[in-house]
Structures are given as C-alpha cells and as structure tokens.
C-alpha cells in the first residue's frame, strides 16, 4: 500500500513516516500543497495523508482540487485545527476522515488500515485464501496452523495478493504499490522479494507454486478454490496464538466478531444512509404543509412514521445523537396530537440537525453501547411493582394551566408540585427537591431564565433536569433557554402524553449517563 | 443449543441485515427476512420458524394486524413471537401485553446480543 503525506512540519512528518514504515507502507512525501498536488497528479496513491494549514496551497484547496480533477482516492486530513467547522470544511472539501492533532497513534494508524481496507476488493481486517490467513490488525500471518515471520516488504506483498486474489499483478503494479518513488527499486527487486516470500511459504508446507508466474503478465496467488478466499467466521478463525487458554480464546473470539460486526455496521450503513436522508427529506415535506396549514392526518402518519423507523435504524447503527434527534420528532408528531402551524419552525430546527447528523456520519467507529431499557418478557412486567412517582415541580403563572396539568399528569406516574409565584421558588425547592423542574419563560417578577441560570450556579441543583414549557416558539428563545443551562425545551399547547414521555425520556437519559 | 430458524419481519432492509448477521454470527441460527406483514405471513405459513421477530411500525399491514393474523392462523398460532420496537413508554408496552405477544425487544439493540435476549425470553435453555 503506498501513502502519500503532504505536511509541512519536519519533524510531525519524519515521526509520522517512521511509524508509518513500520506498518509496512511506502510513503512518499510532500512538503507543501503544490508539490501534494504534483505527486498525487503524477503516481498512484492508496491514500492521502493531508495536513490543513500548508504552504503555497491549503490543504482544503488541496483536497477540492483532487477531488474536483476527478481523484477518488480515500483522503485523511490531520490537523490542530478541533473546531467544528473547520472539520466540516475539510469532510465538504471531499476528505473521507479528519483527525486532530495531536492524536493518539494506534487510533491513527488504525483509521488508515480502515481506510485502506474500503479501496480494496475485501474490505474486512482478516484475509483468508484457502489455508493463508492474514490479519491486517496484528500482522499475523497463518499458513494453516503454521506462523509465518515476514519482512515488512514481503507481509506487503502477500497482502496485496490476498486482498485481490483473482487478480495477476505486474511488476510495475508492484513496485508502484509498494515502494516509494525515493527507493528507485527495479523488477528485479521484486524478484528477490517474491523468491524469498515463496521460500518462508514452502518452509511451512505451502505448494511451491502458491505464489505462482505467469509469464510476461506477473505473479498471482494460486489457490484451488478461490471461493473460500473470504472472511472465516468468528467459529472458524485460526488460532492466532498458539497454546491460547479457552478463556482467552472465546475473548479473542467476542473481539473478531465484534470487529466484523462493526464492519457490517459501516457497510450497510454505508447502503442505507440515503435512504435514511429520504426518510427526513419525507419528515420536511410534511412541516412545509404544516408550516402552510395544510397537513392532514395521513401526512402527519405517514412523517411519524418515518421519524419512528429513524429511531430505530439510527439507534441500531450507535447513533445515538441523532437517534435522540428523531425520537423528539417521532414524540412531536405522533398522530394523535394536533399540530399548530407555528411549531413547525422549531421542529425544522430538530430536522436540521438530523440532517446534519446523518450527513456528517460517513463511518460507524463505535459500536453502539445500549443504555435503554431492557428486553422483557411479558409475564414479568405484570408482576412489576409499580415505580415510585416522579415529582415535579411546575412553575407557571397561568393558573388555568397549573390546575389542570397535574391532574392530567397523574396517570402517568407523576405527582406534580405547581408555584405561580416565582418569588418563592428557592424555599419551595428546597423543602420539596422535585425529581424534575418545569419553568415557564416568561413570569411577572422573575423569568425563567434567571430561575434557571440561578440554578446551575448552586451545587446541589447544578444537575436537575430542567425543561422549560413556553408558548413562545421562536428559535432565539430555545437558544437561549438552552444557554443557560435547560435541558429540553417544549412548546405549549402540549398533551399531557407528550409531556409525560418527554419526561421521563429525559429522567432515563440522565439515569444512564450517572450508571 | 439446537440450530433455530428465525423469521424477521421489517420494513427496514439494514434492520433485517443487522439481525441476520447477529444471530448468525453469535448463535449460528438460520434466519429468514421478510419486508411487510403479509410477506412476513406467507413465510412464516410455509417455513415453520421457532419464532418470529415482528416490528411494530410497517407501512400497510403493522405489527399487530400481523400478529392478530398470525393467531387466527392454526398453522402460525404456535410461534412464539417477539415485538421489535422503538417504543418505550410504558402505555405501549401494556397495549402490546394486552395481545398476548411474548416479549417485547427494544430498538436500538446490539444484534450480538440479540439471540440471548431472544433465549432470555422464551426460556429458550442452551
């Protein structure tokens, strides 16, 4: 695999090759963005290493112009640069991953295998073709049960051949490949290194003709049924270490199949992002017929719906901020609430970010981690007892709603404490200590927003789930009621359901975060 | 633990993909997809699964149509059958308990975790 790494910083760029050497890749370098752009024009690369800030052409002007002249090689970008946007700009420009300086090594050298595997024809960590098994994780190389003790060059070599099994390569597609354009290396290097490679390979039992000559096209791996040459599943995968305990085995098991269970991840995602962003291109339609006065019940169904797939399907990828996003819009627009006009503005602004969200996510890193409840069998919740009740402390100067809303609240578990004078907030707090606060913004006397920021200044409270419940919907008010400090933000006219689930949703998210 | 036949039903072509996977990988059962309820019927009809997972929210034929017609059904009444959902109030999950389904399994969820969520369940003993 060659690399290309287009940075300016001598010494970032000396530890960087050094490191890279080690894992087997040639690299070449450049030490300015003309010159980034000179090599990647000229040779072939498996990938670019592009730092930002360069001399004489940038690094996001770099990476447009690549992309724009038709280069569809993975590109990574390092910089110092942490800010949102500035990731943003270099993901737009066309870079495939963005990793800030400084990092952590093995995290580095780790995306760039991920990165590698993605252009290959076999994009999974483990290789297997017919007894040779090679891991690109941990650079073990297996023929049958036998380890094999390779050179970087010669490692390089098998794994080029094994990752496209079917295909005869060429000395030049070779030495392009492996070596760098400083090693001026000629065919008969690759001879050398072929011939030893085949030594280590028949010095453990392999045929000698494994890595067999065609002549005049080049060397290619002769392995009788090519249709084994796949991922082994976790059941079959060799031994890695010999002489490994069960305990120990079964470990390395549970890490393989997770390992391959990110990689599906990452490949399906990959299948399905579009059609998750067809999913909030429908959500969108349906809040301009809202916004127009226009929606109707099979609309709002049919948006609610796919809100509730999204949930789901982004949950199960380990998204878990943008499936947060789209469980508050499957909440909003379940269809047994009537809609006003006026919310669709904030629920676009939900839409925005999942939007965002989905669009920004080009891989799955993490597996997803469950938080949520777990699975249960019926029998066992009839005979539950039932939870303690939440309580709340409603502060609203609308009398009408403060008689109500607890009454309406009840069934679903919550004893609600009202106070339609603010002035008293601080000893009603203090001798009650609500579960959860709901404010209103604006009240005679004292806002909500100073209650709230008052809150988050004193230590016991710092950390009580604070929703704010207003009838204003503008999207300067949601910011600034999230600037100082709400937790979530509801608009009036809500049902008692909606309030109900927005609740505990934030109580469970607040109970998995301290667990 | 004896190779298990399972029926997913989804609409969602990745949550089917996900699940197979899982329950392949981590307990080698054989799993059969289907994308709506009334494919989900017909399969379930012919290929006998030990159970079927069914989601809840599909467009046309929902979960629970799908599960009432699985019960009028003397070829299907028998198979356990498990709820997919995203849904996690507690006033859906007594609607869902109300029809007698078996279990309820809560989107997001780790699909190598899947089959012994499923086995927890069903008391399915390895």
Redo the contacts between chains.
């Keep these: 695999m060659r690399i290309l790494v287009v940075e300016d910083d001598e010494i970032f760029r000396t530890l960087l090759t050094q490191r890279l050497n080690v894992e087997c890749y040639a690299i070449d370098v450049a030490k300015d963005g003309v010159q980034g752009w000179e090599y990647a024009s000229t040779y072939e690369y498996d990938l670019l290493i592009l730092d930002l800030v360069l001399p004489k052409l940038d690094g996001i002007s770099l990476c447009q112009k690549l992309r724009h002249a038709g280069y569809t090689l993975p590109i990574l970008m390092l910089t110092s640069q942490d800010t949102s946007t500035a990731k943003i700009m270099g993901l737009d420009a066309g870079a495939d991953d963005y990793m800030v300086k400084p990092f952590d090594e093995p995290e580095l050298i780790a995306r760039i295998r991920a990165l590698l595997r993605r252009g290959s024809s076999n994009p999974l960590p483990t290789v297997i073709c017919g007894p040779l098994s090679l891991n690109s994780s941990t650079h073990e190389v297996f023929y049958g049960e036998m380890a094999l003790t390779l050179t970087a060059k010669e490692y390089a070599l098998l794994e080029m051949m094994m990752r496209d099994s079917h295909h005869v390569f060429g000395s030049d597609e070779i030495l392009e490949s492996l070596w760098s354009s400083e090693e001026f290396p000629v065919d008969a290097t690759v001879r050398s290194h072929m011939r030893r490679l085949r030594n280590k390979l028949t010095a453990v039992g392999a045929p000698p003709d494994l890595i067999a000559t065609s002549h005049g096209r080049g060397y290619y791996l002769k392995i009788l049924d090519l249709s084994t040459s796949t991922i082994a599943?976790?059941?079959e995968t060799p031994n890695l270490v010999t002489g490994n305990s069960p305990i120990e085995q079964s470990k390395s098991n549970e890490l393989t199949?997770?390992t391959?269970?990110l990689e599906?991840?990452n490949d399906?995602?990959q299948?399905?992002r579009s059609?998750c962003l067809e999913r909030v291109e429908l959500i969108r339609s349906t809040l301009d017929s809202l916004h127009l006065g226009q929606l109707t019940s099979p609309i709002q169904a049919e948006a609610y719906?796919a809100a509730?797939?999204l949930?789901?399907?982004?949950?199960?990828?380990?998204l878990d901020h943008a499936?947060r996003l789209a469980?508050n819009l499957?909440q909003e627009l379940h269809p047994d609430l009537y809609l006003e006009p006026y919310q669709a503005e904030f629920f676009r602004s939900f839409l925005n970010q999942l939007q965002q969200q989905i669009e920004q996510t080009l891989y799955i890193e993490n597996?997803?981690t469950?938080v949520?409840?777990?699975?249960?069998?019926?029998e066992d919740?009839?005979s539950k007892p039932l939870q303690p009740e939440i309580r709340v402390l409603m502060v609203d100067n609308d009398p009408f709603f403060l008689e109500t809303f607890p009454q309406y609240l009840k069934p679903?578990?919550f004893q609600v404490l009202t106070l339609n004078d603010p002035r008293q907030f601080w000893s009603v707090l203090e001798s009650n200590h609500p579960d959860v606060l709901i404010l209103d913004i604006q009240m005679p006397q004292i806002n909500g927003f100073e209650l709230c920021q008052g809150l988050r200044s004193v230590d016991p409270w710092q950390k009580i789930p604070v929703m704010f419940l207003s009838a204003d919907s503008k999207a300067e008010t949601q910011h600034k009621a999230f600037s100082v400090g709400a937790d979530d933000y509801l608009c009036k006219p809500i049902t008692a359901?909606s309030l109900s689930?927005r609740i505990?949703n934030r109580l469970?998210r607040i109970h998995s975060i301290m667990n | 633990m004896s190779e298990k036949c399972i029926l997913i039903i989804d609409d969602e072509e990745s949550i089917q993909t996900v699940v197979e996977f899982g329950l392949k990988m981590t307990a080698g059962w054989e799993v059969i997809s289907a994308s709506s309820g009334n494919e989900g019927i017909s399969r379930a009809q012919a290929d006998h699964p030990d159970m079927i997972l069914l989601d809840v929210m599909m467009p046309e034929m929902d979960g629970l149509a799908t599960f009432r017609a699985l019960q009028l059904n003397d070829q299907t009444r028998s198979i356990p059958v498990i709820f997919l959902t995203a849904k996690a109030q507690a006033s859906e999950k007594r609607l869902f308990n109300e029809t007698g389904v078996n279990g309820i399994i809560t989107k997001p969820f780790n699909a190598l975790e899947l089959a012994q969520q499923i086995c927890k369940v069903l008391n399915w003993t390895e």
């Design positions: 599943p976790a059941r199949q997770q391959q269970y599906l991840l399906t995602w299948k399905h059609t719906r509730h797939t949930v789901g399907t982004l949950g199960t990828f380990g499936m469980r499957d597996l997803p469950m949520e409840d777990r699975p249960q069998a019926i919740s009839k679903y578990g359901e689930d505990h469970q």
